[in-house]
């Protein structure tokens, strides 16, 4: 069996939603694609319900596409006020370089930039077993949401987790997203 590659000489690359090119919009979306095959809206657009307002790009050292994660900056209702938080969405490995710590090392880039933003939390909806390692854990609020992504595409059927970036406690009572889940 043939090994998977290195990463090598990886680069991670934080970019604004809005300065993808259209050459890198192509890259996203068949990327996407390949790991959410029955999100059919990455068909026509680079995300399934909201455009994500960040992205972290991994490529390999000869510049292929080889990861991505997302962040959506979002005040939510938590805890009976407002609260901000990055919500993480289509995280994506392709296949030939899973299990190399791609996904810790892009969400490490992300929760670097919260910190410095001053976003308390970042969110996510996934597999415990696969975020628990770059430090979420699964909350048990009750989660209200303009549409669920769960119940409708997600395969999965993430949990709601959250990883603190600053040092406050997370809310408790129902959480509303204040739009769909990401």
Same mark, same amino acid.
């Given at each position: ?64 596409? +080889?990861?991505? *994660? ?10 009976? /006020?407002?609260?901000? &938080?990055?919500? =993480? !969405? ?52 009750? +989660?209200?949401? *303009? ?10 059927? /993430?949990?709601?987790? &959250?990883?603190? =970036? !600053? ?16």
């Amino acid at each position: 069996m043939p090994s998977a590659p290195s990463t090598g000489e990886i680069s991670i690359i934080h970019r604004l939603d809005a300065e993808i090119s259209g050459t890198e919009d192509h890259e996203l979306r068949r990327l996407l694609l390949v790991c959410f095959p029955y999100a059919t809206a990455l068909l026509t657009r680079r995300f399934i319900r909201e455009a994500p307002a960040h992205r972290w790009l991994v490529r390999s050292a000869s510049g292929e596409l +080889i990861a991505h *994660a997302a962040a959506h900056d979002k005040i939510i209702s938590a805890g009976g /006020g407002n609260l901000r &938080i990055g919500g =993480i !969405a289509e995280v994506c490995v392709a296949y030939q370089f899973r299990g190399q710590g791609l996904v810790g090392r892009m969400l490490g880039e992300a929760h670097a930039w919260m910190q410095c933003e001053g976003i308390p939390f970042a969110m996510l909806f996934g597999q415990p077993k696969v975020y628990a390692s770059s430090g979420y854990a699964v909350i048990d609020n009750t +989660i209200l949401a *303009a549409t669920t992504l769960l119940d409708q595409w997600n395969p999965f059927k /993430g949990k709601p987790m &959250i990883h603190p =970036i !600053a040092a406050q406690p997370w809310p408790a009572g129902p959480v509303d997203l204040r739009g769909p889940t990401f």
